[in-house]
């Protein structure tokens, strides 16, 4: 049942962040730094303190008394982060949900999945480090997979070619209004990687979790005093960006200009940022239950790309394409959730 449970939490959290991008579509009239930036400070600070004082006392608490090395590297990796998010939006933004976040969850998936033993190693914390990894059977079946996920993302990349050659201009633009394939690959390349920090801050903040639980918090939501420390570190890399994108875009207008529906855009980006957020609040609770950080992080992001494809087959993502196309995208994205599958399945050997 505690399996159960947390295959359940996990596909709430990969529903939420399959389908966080959505309320952004129903903003009008807003530059894209506007619109990101507003739904990133309550998915990246209000949500999260709030999360957290709901769930541990004393979270503040906690996070002062941590130690300075701690706090150091949560916030490093939600720095790193921070700037694998950023990409991560323009992603959406020039790929669409289904080829967008397949390659940039493709990367995530296989780094993520590596770098806490990459941590292990460099800080001589306790757990499975890379060089242990690399030695045993379960570590060779990681690599298999990640070798089998950068062919998934070349399929994936190869159905992108097939789209723009096939499609005009203007019936590209219908379901993605700034299609543009090879910065959308570029920036979802640099997303994918950077993202996998974010499983590295989890693991450089576990001595925040475990002063939690010994302080009486139900572990069940554990992790959500890390999350605060890893989501200032993305706050500050995006609020940076986006600053310096209203200033040469002369944006600055559009929190206050009355010709846009300004209600409704706030109240859009504001759901999007919380839906987002939601992700790593369920993700929190489905690790907490499974007990294997690695396998949970691959689970999340295989939950992330199914849904995220069909809501992208259901806008019509695909439309026009020839069958074969079509088949190719498919199959790229079966070949990706295999590739999670086998590092997942690699990971449970070695932990």
Request: with cysteine; hydrophobic share 50%.
């Amino acid at each position: 049942m505690q399996a159960i449970m947390g295959i359940i939490f996990h596909f709430i959290g990969g529903f939420a962040s399959g389908s966080f991008y959505l309320p952004y579509k129903k903003v009008k009239g807003w530059s894209w730094e506007s619109y990101w930036i507003v739904g990133g400070f309550f998915s990246w600070l209000i949500v999260p303190f709030l999360s957290a004082w709901l769930t541990i006392p004393n979270y503040m608490s906690i996070i002062t008394s941590a130690d300075v090395s701690t706090l150091g590297w949560t916030y490093l990796m939600g720095l790193l982060w921070g700037i694998g998010g950023l990409t991560f939006g323009l992603s959406m933004r020039y790929l669409g949900m289904s080829l967008g976040m397949s390659v940039a969850l493709g990367f995530t998936s296989a780094f993520g999945a590596l770098v806490p033993s990459v941590y292990r190693d460099l800080t001589r914390a306790e757990g499975v480090r890379f060089t242990h990894m690399m030695a045993s059977t379960g570590g060779r079946i990681i690599l298999l997979g990640v070798l089998l996920c950068l062919v998934g993302i070349a399929i994936c990349g190869k159905a992108g070619m097939r789209k723009e050659k096939e499609l005009s201009d203007e019936m590209k633009k219908k379901s993605i209004s700034e299609f543009t394939l090879k910065k959308g690959l570029v920036v979802a390349t640099i997303s994918g990687i950077l993202s996998a920090c974010f499983n590295f801050g989890i693991e450089a903040g576990k001595p925040m979790a475990v002063e939690a639980v010994a302080r009486g918090t139900n572990p069940l939501f554990q992790n959500n005093v890390i999350f605060v420390v890893i989501l200032w570190g993305g706050l500050t890399t995006n609020f940076i960006w986006c600053l310096l994108l209203n200033i040469r875009n002369r944006s600055f207008g559009d929190y206050s200009n009355k010709s846009t529906p300004l209600f409704s855009n706030y109240l859009f980006a504001a759901l999007a940022g919380a839906t987002w957020f939601m992700q790593f609040f369920f993700y929190g609770m489905g690790e907490s239950k499974l007990g294997n950080g690695a396998s949970s992080w691959i689970l999340h992001m295989s939950f992330i790309i199914l849904v995220s494809t069909m809501w992208g087959l259901t806008l019509k993502e695909w439309k026009g394409v020839s069958k074969k196309t079509l088949f190719t995208i498919i199959a790229g994205i079966t070949v990706i959730i295999f590739s999670v599958i086998l590092v997942g399945y690699g990971n449970s050997l070695i932990q």
